[in-house]
């Protein structure tokens, strides 16, 4: 079975930083493309970054470029999202999701497996 767990979310100030991880089993980090949607409260899911499964490079929405960097470690099968310079507006429900056509797209109909998401919260 092909399962995602997300974890490294938490409570963070403005500014600060903190690393998600998501964990992949059942297959391999070569075969599929892994995004990364955060969930507001009242909000849309909305794509935050997305990195390819083989060569390609990664993606960010634009509230994220410069602050957010995707990252994988396909010994351990696991995809990172470094997040600095944090601010109030990121504060959401963080998931992670197979592409299995390696699009990189926005549009969560193109994801077939998410994880079970983490909780990130930028306050003062």
């Known amino acids: 079975d092909v399962q995602l767990q997300a974890s490294g979310g938490g409570l963070v100030q403005p500014g600060g930083s903190l690393r998600l991880s998501c964990a992949a089993s059942?297959?391999?980090?070569?075969?599929?493309?892994i995004g990364w949607f955060r969930q507001a409260p009242g909000k849309e899911r909305e794509g935050v970054s997305c990195?390819?499964?083989?060569?390609?490079?990664?993606h960010y929405a634009d509230s994220v470029k410069g602050r957010f960097t995707i990252s994988s470690d396909n010994a351990k099968n696991t995809v990172y999202l470094q997040m600095n310079s944090l601010k109030p507006e990121d504060t959401a429900v963080y998931y992670c999701a197979t592409d299995p056509h390696e699009r990189c797209s926005w549009s969560i109909d193109e994801y077939d497996s998410w994880g079970q998401g983490t909780q990130v919260t930028v306050s003062s």
């Open positions: 059942g297959f391999t980090l070569d075969d599929y493309s």
């Open positions: 990195i390819h499964g083989g060569n390609g490079g990664p």
